[in-house]
């Protein structure tokens, strides 16, 4: 006999450890057992529908069980499931793939090194931005700034660059050739009538007085989300990266873009370099590459760094860095096929409007509420960040877990959001895929569940009720 629903979560409680989770809590009481999914709607092994609002952790951008997708693997895998990129073997997937990706990509991109998450593709750019100052002769430019709240993986070296505590604290990390400068995040970091023009001009003069304290010889590379997402959805400032980018050519620093999350269209455009003005030397590429059909990572690397390190491969011998599924042939499949689903649905599009409308009626939705600071995001990412007082804005205690509490007072309603770490911010970035009345279910729940949760605070601490 099939083993029942309730024994394989005994298997998993026993068995399986599991990322980003409370580990005695969960060997415990275990959580939800997903196990089917279509569109926006998850099923769990109980029978229970949840609609995601987060697209996995923000990357099924085209949303659950597209056959497209599904077909093209199944395909690929009846013609050549695998085979090696090392020494000069190729396949055809990845080959196709790559001159799609360069063709979209910033201007000045030329060639697609892939991996396996984007995790490994960080620390693939860590050394690249390495190799590459070695080969000009500069072995000392190693160190790479990154930001608070930066996100960029769980590697040594990309938990190093994320500056986000959690994943520091009990790993050693982060690593000492990694620095961490200012979020561009307005509501904590502009100071009392401080304009946007003044808070980026503040933002990149901290940048230019970290690279000069640490001596610009030493400075390797900058990175950087888009819009930093699991530090909280944040949107930087009109004019931030243009700023930054100057005090980066000046000190000679390459600019490194992390576009796990926003690249292939969740702020409505292919790439967030595009919606923000940012002109990279080295890009970070995943998640929605395949909308997490399979694992696949990428870094692009602008004609310039590559001219430097095919060069030095005339002296140093075949490039020392890959791995054994790299060009995976499989995992281009789906992201060939992928891709042609957002063209031919025209889910770029199709983000930016309905984008729109979810920020939109998150504003609406949570704008005035006394536990809400702010409601941000661009295209279709949104955040809604809590806080015990609104003027000034007062953070909660962390003892507290306000925005886990409300995350799972909105599962409990069959809503899918995230609680993220280090701020009490609840994430939405849901597949394109959504309909106009799927958002409207989504933000309506999740008002309900913070109400639940500002009624429990008011009884625990005398806050504000919602109104």
């Known amino acids: 006999m099939a083993p029942s629903a309730a024994d394989i979560a005994a298997l998993d409680r026993a068995y399986v450890f599991?990322?980003?989770?409370?580990?005695?809590?969960?060997?415990?009481?275990?959580?939800?057992?997903?196990?089917?999914?279509?569109?926006?709607?998850?099923?769990?092994?109980?029978?229970?529908?949840?609609?995601?609002?987060?697209?996995?952790?923000?990357?099924?951008?085209?949303?659950?069980?597209?056959?497209?997708?599904?077909?093209?693997?199944?395909?690929?895998?009846?013609?050549?499931?695998?085979?090696?990129?090392?020494?000069?073997?190729?396949?055809?997937?990845?080959?196709?793939?790559?001159?799609?990706?360069?063709?979209?990509?910033p201007k000045g991109m030329a060639k697609v090194f892939f991996g396996n998450s984007g995790s490994d593709a960080n620390d693939t750019q860590v050394k690249l931005v390495w190799y590459y100052n070695i080969a000009r002769g500069k072995p000392n430019k190693r160190k790479i700034i990154s930001r608070a709240r930066g996100y960029h993986g769980v590697t040594l070296a990309s938990a190093s660059l994320t500056g986000l505590e959690g994943l520091h604290k009990g790993f050693g990390l982060p690593l000492d050739f990694v620095r961490h400068t200012r979020a561009p995040h307005r509501l904590w970091e502009a100071e009392p009538g401080m304009s946007d023009a003044d808070l980026v001009a503040s933002l990149a003069a901290d940048l230019?007085?970290?690279?000069?304290?640490?001596?610009?010889?030493?400075?390797?590379?900058?990175?950087?989300?888009?819009?930093?997402?699991?530090?909280?959805?944040?949107?930087?400032?009109?004019?931030?990266?243009?700023?930054?980018?100057?005090?980066?050519?000046?000190?000679?620093?390459?600019?490194?873009?992390?576009?796990?999350?926003?690249?292939?269209?969740?702020l409505g455009t292919m790439f967030g370099c595009e919606a923000l003005d940012i002109e990279p030397d080295l890009i970070t590429i995943a998640k929605g590459i395949t909308s997490a059909y399979v694992p696949l990572s990428g870094c692009?690397?602008?004609?310039?760094?590559?001219?430097?390190?095919?060069?030095?491969?005339?002296?140093?011998?075949?490039?020392?860095?890959?791995?054994?599924?790299?060009?995976?042939?499989?995992?281009?499949?789906?992201?060939?096929?992928?891709?042609?689903?957002?063209?031919?649905?025209?889910?770029?599009?199709?983000?930016?409007?309905?984008?729109?409308?979810?920020?939109?009626?998150?504003?609406?939705?949570?704008?005035?509420?006394?536990?809400?600071?702010?409601?941000?995001?661009?295209?279709?990412?949104?955040?809604?960040?809590?806080?015990?007082?609104?003027?000034?804005?007062?953070?909660?205690?962390?003892?507290?877990?306000?925005?886990?509490?409300?995350?799972?007072?909105?599962?409990?309603?069959?809503?899918?959001?995230?609680?993220?770490?280090?701020s009490d911010t609840l994430a939405f970035s849901p597949p394109f895929v959504a309909t106009s009345g799927e958002i409207a279910e989504i933000v309506g729940r999740v008002r309900e569940a913070l109400d639940a949760v500002a009624d429990e605070l008011a009884r625990e601490r005398a806050l504000p009720r919602a109104s």
């Not at 949107?235 to 990266?241: E, H, N, Q």
């Not at 140093?316 to 499949?333: E, M, R, V």
């Open 300 to 422: 692009i690397v602008s004609q310039r760094v590559w001219d430097t390190i095919a060069d030095a491969g005339e002296r140093n011998g075949p490039f020392g860095h890959g791995y054994t599924y790299s060009a995976h042939p499989l995992a281009a499949a789906a992201a060939l096929a992928n891709l042609d689903v957002i063209e031919n649905d025209r889910l770029l599009e199709a983000a930016a409007t309905r984008g729109a409308e979810m920020r939109a009626a998150l504003a609406d939705s949570f704008g005035g509420h006394p536990l809400v600071g702010e409601v941000r995001g661009m295209g279709m990412v949104a955040a809604v960040e809590l806080v015990a007082a609104r003027t000034p804005a007062t953070p909660f205690p962390p003892a507290l877990k306000v925005a886990p509490r409300v995350a799972k007072a909105a599962l409990a309603r069959g809503v899918i959001t995230r609680a993220l770490p280090s």
């Open 18 to 105: 599991h990322p980003f989770t409370a580990l005695k809590e969960h060997e415990r009481s275990g959580g939800p057992m997903i196990v089917r999914g279509s569109g926006i709607t998850l099923e769990d092994s109980e029978g229970r529908t949840y609609l995601d609002g987060m697209a996995g952790l923000w990357c099924v951008n085209v949303g659950y069980g597209r056959p497209e997708i599904a077909e093209a693997i199944h395909r690929q895998a009846l013609t050549l499931p695998y085979y090696h990129g090392f020494s000069s073997m190729s396949t055809d997937t990845p080959a196709l793939l790559a001159e799609r990706i360069v063709r979209a990509a």
């Open 208 to 266: 230019e007085a970290m690279i000069l304290a640490e001596g610009p010889e030493t400075v390797g590379a900058f990175i950087a989300e888009p819009i930093q997402g699991a530090g909280g959805v944040i949107v930087p400032p009109k004019g931030y990266f243009p700023a930054i980018r100057e005090v980066l050519t000046r000190h000679d620093v390459l600019l490194i873009a992390d576009e796990v999350i926003c690249g292939f269209g969740r």
